[in-house]
């Protein structure tokens, strides 16, 4: 999929990256980036200057440029969210994917969308919650619990196959057939885009407009970060089962403490995790994405993309070729590509 170029040590392949502006009609598209090889050393070592990069917009056959999700179908496909429905892409082709096959809603804007385990799809829209879509049909979970003109701000399967929604009222969860939804945590608003990160102990932690939050055992803590690390934006767990926070300043790693006192930290969630504070960033971090090899890459609401690995903090911006700074979404795919 998509083209090919051999650079030694490493290959790389271009394939999907997306950056748009959060909430903005007008948005860039763009599939780039590269893939490093399986023989590759721990981390890699290629500047973000000798990265192939290409971008596809609606000139090139990209059926909307505001694209708000990529994600990759089990068959390999990959899938897009869009301000106007999905689409798949195989490296060559756009394709419309239908929301409801037969519906009449094919032009809505799609926020989020996550693949279940038997071939179901459920799909977070931008006004009438969220769809559940399998082989025998398509059905709207959020009406039928009473949930109506849910805005989906994204969506989370978790390891025990339960679905966690954010919406523009809040964080639920559907569990058993059943929609529930957290008193904690209030409002997200639109610019919170990557708002979970389950844990290591069956917890999830979850961003909102009013901070960092974590559930267990349907328990919710609020999870103070230092007074200096800014409001939080973002948070994520990576390949490496590390805990990543993004703010509006900073990028802290929560790194779990070796604490024998079980009982406080039951009680004062945060002294179990050191807040280690891995770089600064000059605007609030949109989304963050981890490759195999312990890079982590982080996307901004106005400064492009950063990079954490060894050689430290490195940056993609539109100085550099990148067609916009505002960064929506970020994937890597079964290639490696990102």
């Known amino acids: 999929m998509g083209s090919s170029l051999r650079e030694s040590p490493v290959s790389?392949?271009?394939?999907?990256?997306?950056?748009?502006?959060?909430l903005v009609a007008r948005v860039l598209f763009v599939l780039a980036l590269a893939t490093i090889s399986?023989?590759?050393?721990?981390?890699?070592?290629?500047?973000?200057?000798?990265?192939?990069?290409?971008?596809?917009?609606?000139?090139?056959?990209?059926?909307?440029?505001?694209?708000?999700?990529?994600?990759?179908?089990?068959?390999g496909m990959l899938v897009l969210a869009t301000s106007s429905g999905m689409a798949t892409f195989d490296g060559q082709?756009?394709?419309?994917?239908?929301?409801?096959?037969?519906?009449?809603?094919?032009?809505?804007?799609?926020?989020?969308?996550?693949?279940?385990?038997?071939?179901?799809?459920?799909?977070?829209t931008d006004g009438r919650g969220v769809l559940h879509r399998t082989p025998s049909g398509t059905t709207n979970i959020s009406e039928q619990a009473g949930r109506l003109n849910e805005r989906v701000r994204m969506l989370n399967l978790d390891a025990?196959?339960?679905l966690?929604?954010?919406?523009?009222?809040?964080?639920?969860?559907?569990?058993?057939?059943?929609?529930?939804?957290?008193?904690?945590?209030?409002?997200?608003?639109?610019?919170?885009?990557?708002?979970?990160?389950?844990?290591?102990?069956g917890g999830m932690f979850f961003v909102t407009s009013s901070g960092l939050f974590h559930w267990e055992n349907g328990a919710v803590q609020r999870f103070p970060l230092r007074t200096s690390s800014g409001t939080p934006a973002a948070v994520f767990r990576d390949p490496q089962h590390r805990i990543w926070v993004g703010t509006t300043t900073e990028i802290l790693e929560l790194v779990p403490r070796?604490?024998?006192?079980?009982?406080?930290?039951?009680?004062?969630?945060?002294?179990?995790?050191?807040?280690?504070?891995?770089?600064?960033?000059?605007?609030?971090?949109?989304?963050?994405?981890?490759?195999?090899?312990?890079?982590?890459?982080?996307?901004?609401?106005?400064?492009g993309i950063f990079r954490i690995g060894p050689d430290g903090l490195s940056r993609w911006s539109t100085r550099d070729g990148?067609?916009?700074?505002?960064?929506?979404?970020?994937?890597?795919?079964?290639?490696?590509n990102l």
């Open 38 to 75: 399986y023989a590759s050393p721990p981390f890699s070592t290629l500047r973000l200057s000798e990265y192939q990069k290409q971008d596809w917009q609606v000139e090139d056959g990209l059926p909307e440029n505001n694209v708000r999700m990529i994600a990759q179908r089990p068959d």
């Open 12 to 22: 790389l392949r271009s394939k999907a990256l997306a950056i748009a502006p959060p």
């Open 164 to 201: 966690w929604i954010a919406t523009q009222n809040g964080i639920e969860r559907f569990v058993n057939d059943r929609l529930e939804a957290l008193s904690a945590g209030g409002m997200i608003s639109g610019d919170i885009i990557s708002p979970f990160a389950e844990d290591n102990y």
């Open 93 to 124: 082709r756009f394709q419309s994917m239908p929301i409801e096959p037969g519906g009449l809603m094919e032009n809505e804007a799609v926020n989020a969308f996550v693949y279940g385990r038997n071939d179901d799809i459920w799909i977070g």
């Open 322 to 336: 990148l067609p916009d700074d505002a960064v929506r979404s970020m994937f890597l795919d079964d290639e490696r």
């Open 160 to 162: 025990r196959g339960n």
């Open 258 to 303: 070796n604490i024998g006192d079980s009982q406080n930290v039951a009680t004062n969630l945060s002294a179990g995790y050191d807040q280690v504070v891995r770089a600064s960033v000059p605007s609030p971090v949109s989304v963050m994405q981890g490759d195999v090899t312990g890079n982590l890459w982080v996307g901004t609401r106005r400064d």
